[in-house]
């Protein structure tokens, strides 16, 4: 069977990682339930790898191949020819379980359905296959094209040779693999939750202003970007959906709990730069 790799969802991080497995060489099959989100993804695709090849990172030739290589659609049967599947739909365990139980039905028996979920357990993820072995996280980061790190997740059936398998592939895609436990957040999602949190709650006590807590925080703490200027990169929905799982998870302890803020921003449609309207205003970027 040839190496096809198989991505559901085009939003934010479908693009990057459909474009990270093209330029691997991968075919790619870029699966969304909206067309318009398709072409958008496709849209993204090409400024990034033009930037790449302004950059000299790409040749123009590497370009546009990458480009070819990715197909994009709306019907989910031509996933079946996946040898990998990596969803990256939004973060509710309902409709990846849906997901889920439509890959296994259409996938090869042997064929491995990895997820870029940010905190949902792969353990409950695998369960509601009939392949748990074959379910294993493989956690990008955003933007999917440029950042090395990927946690590669192992739920309680994942089978070390499906890990084997993902951290080779990583590695293909020129990524530095990072094995985590299945654990709500894994390593990098965890540790981020009091950055958001404390951040928001300072705000909301009026201690600071977005910019300027980002400011200290870039300037003293050597973070390049601050905590206002992430969840604006990571989509205000998005990091909510995370900050609500990592809580109910962790059965609602007081630590992880979301911030008001986050919902009225979400309630809003104030979810950061795809909106070009989050904790700051991006109405003079290009669409
Ligand atoms: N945004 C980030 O910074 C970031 C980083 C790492 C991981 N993640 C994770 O990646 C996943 C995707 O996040 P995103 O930021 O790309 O979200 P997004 O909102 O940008 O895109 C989600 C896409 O999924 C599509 N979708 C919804 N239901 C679907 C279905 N049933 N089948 C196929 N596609 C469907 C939507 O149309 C949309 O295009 C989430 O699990 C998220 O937690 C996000």
Do not use: C, W
């Amino acid at each position: 069977m040839a190496n096809i790799i198989g991505v559901v969802g085009a939003g934010t991080m479908g693009n990057g990682i459909a474009q990270v497995a093209a330029l691997a060489g991968y075919s790619v099959i870029l699966y969304d339930i909206e067309q318009s989100a398709l072409e958008h993804g496709q849209k993204e695709i090409g400024k990034n790898l033009e930037k790449g090849v302004a950059k000299k990172k790409l040749t123009v030739k590497q370009s546009e191949e990458a480009g070819k290589r990715i197909q994009t659609t709306v019907d989910f049967t031509l996933l079946k020819k996946s040898t990998t599947v990596i969803e990256a739909a939004v973060e509710r365990f309902d409709i990846k379980k849906g997901i889920f139980q439509r890959l296994d039905e259409t996938l090869q028996h042997e064929s491995i359905i990895a997820t870029n979920t940010s905190s949902l357990s792969i353990t409950a993820l695998g369960a509601v296959t009939k392949r748990p072995d074959r379910v294993v996280g493989m956690h990008f980061f955003n933007p999917a094209h440029i950042m090395k790190l990927v946690e590669i997740i192992k739920g309680q059936e994942t089978s070390h040779t499906t890990v084997s398998r993902i951290t080779s592939l990583a590695k293909e895609f020129g990524k530095t693999p990072v094995l985590a436990s299945d654990t709500p957040g894994f390593i990098v999602n965890r540790v981020a939750r009091p950055f958001y949190g404390e951040a928001l709650r300072l705000l909301g006590e009026g201690v600071s202003d977005a910019a300027e807590i980002d400011r200290i925080v870039k300037k003293s703490g050597g973070f390049k970007m601050g905590p206002f200027e992430l969840m604006d990169l990571i989509g205000i929905d998005v990091n909510l959906s995370v900050s609500k799982s990592v809580y109910e998870q962790y059965f609602h302890e007081s630590r992880y709990r979301p911030h008001p803020i986050q919902q009225q921003m979400v309630d809003a449609n104030l979810l950061g730069r795809k909106t070009k309207r989050g904790f700051y205003g991006y109405d003079s970027e290009e669409a």
